[in-house]
């Protein structure tokens, strides 16, 4: 039986070519191309000459990565009296991959180690868009060749509505790449355009991409919206309307499937109020200016006494809404939201009972009015001992 020297596979005795990749299998190097000695893999897979090293490394990419790391492949060959060879091994400290995808195209072989890009599809296309959560779709980069097909992709338009999950090429023999598209991005209906450059080793592609946007109606509460904005024309035109939608969450489940982000992060106004909250946050109406009668309270209490104070809120115009909330576990505002006609008390409470007597103690009330501004109430809590009657004082146990 003899082996061939290429794919190592016993062909019977006599036979002049291997029977598996046609190799002579009397063919032998000269004895100059020969190594002195052999270098083996992990796979006993042994390499005699320079080619037969490329194909090992190419089929043992990964045990040969970790010598080339390791400086194994250098200690080789210095120690077969090949420096010519030992210089051509690269620097492990980059990326293992590249270095040895490096180190093939420098090696003196006729084994070629040339990657070639392709990709797959060819064409990106997301149709019948709509406004709603992003979208994705898996573009795959495929080294046809032979090594590392290395490189980065990149887009040639700036545009907000395409994102990329990574830069960096890395296909052996084929990476994945995932694009996200956001509908949210888009200015309106129509088709828009971008493209994807892939650039690498084995070549350059160009991937277009082409995303269509339809605003078609979705249906809600008998009527036929495209977007929240579309959404506050119905709500103006049947305002007592919309405070039930407002009051029972269906304008909070209409985002919710949507996939749009609902306006108001805090509780609701009642009544018409939420529909104010709701012109006010997409700014399709005036914010009216509210100001606090105070910016500072001191209140005095006798431990462990709980204490309601309040703060007025006013405006010139229109209704106020408000919430608050506290940076301290002893202030604490009372009920989830006020609302009023121009004038408006906002209730807290001081719990002394979770402070320790005979000091004075400074909590931040954060009050939160029409169109999420913003106005803070610093409270300063003067915690006293409670009163002891003298007799007490002149009866109790002596401790000395």
Not at 90 to 114: H, N, Y
Not at 210 to 227: C, E, K, R
Not at 231 to 238: E, G, N, S, T
Request: hydrophobic share 40%; proline share 8%; with cysteine.
């Amino acid at each position: 039986m003899h082996r061939c020297r290429r794919c190592l596979r016993m062909n019977p005795r006599g036979a002049a070519y291997c029977y598996f990749d046609g190799t002579a299998i009397d063919a032998s190097p000269p004895p100059s191309e020969l190594f002195p000695k052999e270098w083996t893999f992990a796979g006993r897979r042994p390499c005699r000459t320079i080619d037969e090293l490329a194909r090992g490394c190419l089929a043992e990419w990964g045990e040969a990565k970790n010598a080339l790391l390791r400086r194994e492949f250098q200690q080789f060959f210095r120690q077969i009296q090949r420096e010519d060879l030992a210089k051509l091994v690269p620097s492990p400290d980059q990326d293992g991959d590249v270095a040895l995808q490096s180190f093939l195209e420098r090696l003196p072989a006729k084994v070629a180690v040339k990657p070639a890009i392709d990709v797959a599809p060819r064409r990106l296309h997301f149709a019948n868009l709509r406004k709603g959560p992003p979208r994705t779709v898996m573009l795959q980069v495929i080294n046809r060749g032979s090594g590392l097909l290395a490189g980065q992709l990149s887009l040639v338009e700036n545009v907000r509505w395409l994102k990329l999950s990574t830069t960096k090429l890395r296909a052996r023999p084929e990476q994945a790449i995932e694009l996200t598209i956001d509908p949210a991005e888009l200015p309106g209906a129509g088709s828009f355009f971008a493209k994807l450059k892939v650039e690498s080793n084995g070549g350059n592609l160009e991937v277009p991409v082409q995303a269509d946007m339809t605003l078609s109606g979705i249906p809600f509460q008998g009527f036929t919206v495209s977007d929240p904005y579309d959404l506050a024309k119905v709500m103006l035109a049947h305002p007592k309307r919309a405070a039930k939608w407002m009051e029972d969450g269906s304008v909070a489940r209409l985002f919710c499937e949507e996939g749009w982000d609902f306006p108001i992060p805090g509780p609701l106004a009642p009544s018409l109020g939420a529909v104010q909250q709701y012109f006010e946050a997409y700014r399709l109406s005036s914010i009216p200016k509210v100001s606090l009668s105070e910016s500072t309270i001191d209140c005095t209490c006798e431990f462990p006494e709980r204490i309601t104070r309040s703060v007025t809120l006013t405006t010139a115009k229109k209704w106020i809404y408000a919430s608050a909330e506290s940076d301290a576990m002893w202030l604490k505002a009372v009920g989830p939201m006020v609302t009023g006609s121009r004038t408006v008390e906002v209730p807290f409470e001081v719990d002394s009972g979770l402070l320790q007597a005979g000091r004075v103690y400074e909590g931040l009330l954060r009050i939160i009015v029409n169109g999420g501004m913003e106005l803070p109430l610093l409270v300063r809590a003067d915690v006293r001992k409670p009163f002891e009657p003298w007799t007490r004082k002149l009866f109790r146990p002596f401790t000395g």
